[in-house]
């Protein structure tokens, strides 16, 4: 019955989405499938300009859906004939511009400053992902295939880690769904690498979870594996959610120490994996000279390159986080969906499964803190759909905990009084 309702909703998703393969592509694609025709053995300018077809046909699809239900536009568009002349100008100048430079190395593409290209080449995982799907179906199909196939194997292992903490067939099939539905599903299918790396973290979550669950030795081996999967993908969420979640659980163990309670052990082994996964991470980016934050906040302040560097990154910085959650705040509270499934997800976590609640929110925090890292309006939800695996996961719980004290209340209600037991003395004559 699992598999089979699985495979209904999956099927149901594909075809969803099936109705729109290209107009997707973000400025971010063109850079991953650049790299990932280099990983091909194409030349570097080669495939900065194959990437650069697909981008600019991308773009005119979005131009030409967009155009012909537009009201000022749907009489006379040209069905993006005119944007896509445009991207192919611009795009093609810079490539040009940048393909005799001596400062581009390995896997960076051409299309923007050396320094913003950097960020994606220390970032081989999603373009290695993408490789055989690019190279067997072409970019439009293949791309969109890699981001289904990442999307549906997610939502398998969101039902894997609700039936791993003890939920019903139905509230895992919920899980499943609000993964689709939510901007999980969205930020998923996009060609961009959200999709894979949510896919890894939640297969280190099932790792935790079963190391939780007293399965210490295959769930670390889960959890250590599919981490270091993620932080190739993207290292930098990666770090933000290993730390997250070791931060959360040694508040967990330092609240049962407050009350008295001994530690148990998988809590304390996830506390020492996460931690040393975190530390190892650091590491890593500090032994090969990886983009750091200094370089990310320069990148962001300076308009992804097109502005001159800014001289001191921290007033800057502060300036423009307190007007962008200023406006966030605002917008949540005018429309507070997103703060009440972030409340409904903790409320139910916490009610079923507390250590695993821990572990939810902590990716949740990590989701917070890549946005505050980068207070940009116009990306959207992307930058903090980590978050969100807090209502995929926790929601579900919550009716499942609702649902069994029901059942629990219905059958106290329907057992009969017990009878007194107590012989009643004779009467006196």
Known sequence: MLLFWFLVFALLFAGAQSARTQG?????TRQ?????????????????????????????VGSAQHDSADLAHYREHDAGRTAERECRRTMGERVARN??????????ALFSDPRMSEIFATRPGYPLYTVPFVRGFGPVVGLWLAAL??????????????????ASVPSALTGQVL??????????????????????????????VRVLRGRVVSGTA????????????????????VAGIAVMTAVLLCARRLRGDRPARPERVLLVTTAALAVAIELVVLAYGLPSTKASLQELLSVHYTRRPVDDLGP?????????????????????????????????AFRHHRPFACLLVGVALAGLANQAG???????????????????????????????????????LARPPRADRRVPAPASR
């Open 24 to 28: 997707r592509a973000a400025m971010d």
């Open 32 to 60: 991953y499938l650049a790299h990932s025709y280099m990983l091909q053995g194409l030349g570097r300018e080669e495939a900065s300009r194959r990437a650069l077809d697909y981008f600019c046909d991308s773009v005119r």
């Open 99 to 108: 393909a005799g430079r001596t400062d581009v190395r390995g896997y960076m």
């Open 149 to 166: 196939v990442a999307t549906v194997a997610a939502g398998g292992l969101v039902v894997l880690v609700l039936r791993t903490l003890g």
């Open 179 to 208: 993964y689709y539905a939510l901007p999980t599903g969205k930020e998923s299918m996009l060609p961009l690498c959200e999709g894979l790396l949510l896919c890894l973290l939640l297969a280190a979550l099932l790792g935790c």
């Open 222 to 241: 889960i959890a250590v594996l599919a981490f270091a999967g993620a932080a190739v993908v993207k290292y930098a969420q990666t770090l933000l959610a």
């Open 316 to 348: 800057e910085f502060w300036r423009l986080s307190l007007a962008f959650w200023r406006e966030w705040l605002r917008d949540a509270l005018a429309q507070p969906l997103v703060l009440l499934l972030l409340a409904c997800g903790a409320w139910g």
């Open 374 to 412: 980068h207070p940009e309006v116009s990306v959207g939800p992307r930058l903090m759909v980590m978050a969100m695996l807090l209502p995929v996961c926790g929601i579900p719980l919550l009716v499942e905990t609702h649902v069994r004290r029901s059942v629990a209340r219905g059958r106290d």
